[in-house]
C-alpha cells in the first residue's frame, strides 16, 4: 500500500502561489494516477488535477491555466503548482493516487490546508 504525505501549503494573499508536494512511501513509477483534489468547509472533495503514467494533465475549467501537476518518479514525488491564488481555492488540499494491478488501488493522503486571504 502507497502512503502519501502532503506538504507545502499554508496562507497566501490572494494573487500569490504556492507549491504542494505529495511524498508517496514506495515508488510511484508504476502508479498509474496521481492526482490533487480539494475539500472547502461544507463542500464535497473536488478533483483538481490529475496527470498519468505517460504525463497526460487533466483540470476541471476553475483551475486551468493557474494550477499545474508534475511528477518526478525519481524522487517518488508528485507536486501541484499554484499560480493566481483567489480565496476560493482555500481548502484541504488531497494528495491520491490511483493504481492498477488486476484491480484499482486508491490511496489518500492526510492533506494540507491551503488558506487564500483577499
Known amino acids: 500500500q502507497v502512503q502519501l504525505v502532503e506538504s507545502g501549503g499554508g496562507l497566501v494573499q490572494a494573487g500569490g502561489s504556492l507549491r504542494l508536494s505529495c511524498a508517496a512511501s514506495?515508488?510511484?513509477?508504476?502508479?498509474?494516477?496521481m492526482g490533487w483534489y480539494r475539500q472547502a468547509p461544507g463542500k464535497q472533495r473536488e478533483l483538481v488535477a490529475t496527470?498519468?503514467?505517460?504525463?497526460?494533465?487533466n483540470y476541471p475549467d476553475s483551475v486551468k491555466g493557474r494550477f499545474t501537476i508534475s511528477r518526478d518518479n525519481a524522487k517518488n514525488t508528485a507536486y501541484l503548482q499554484m499560480n493566481s491564488l483567489k480565496p476560493e481555492d482555500t481548502a484541504v488540499y488531497y494528495c491520491?493516487?490511483?493504481?492498477?494491478?488486476?484491480?484499482?488501488?486508491?490511496?489518500w493522503g492526510q492533506g494540507t490546508q491551503v488558506t487564500v486571504s483577499s
Open positions: 496527470i498519468s503514467s505517460g504525463g497526460s494533465t
Open positions: 514506495g515508488s510511484i513509477f508504476s502508479i498509474n494516477v
Open positions: 491520491n493516487s490511483q493504481k492498477y494491478s488486476g484491480s484499482w488501488s486508491i490511496n
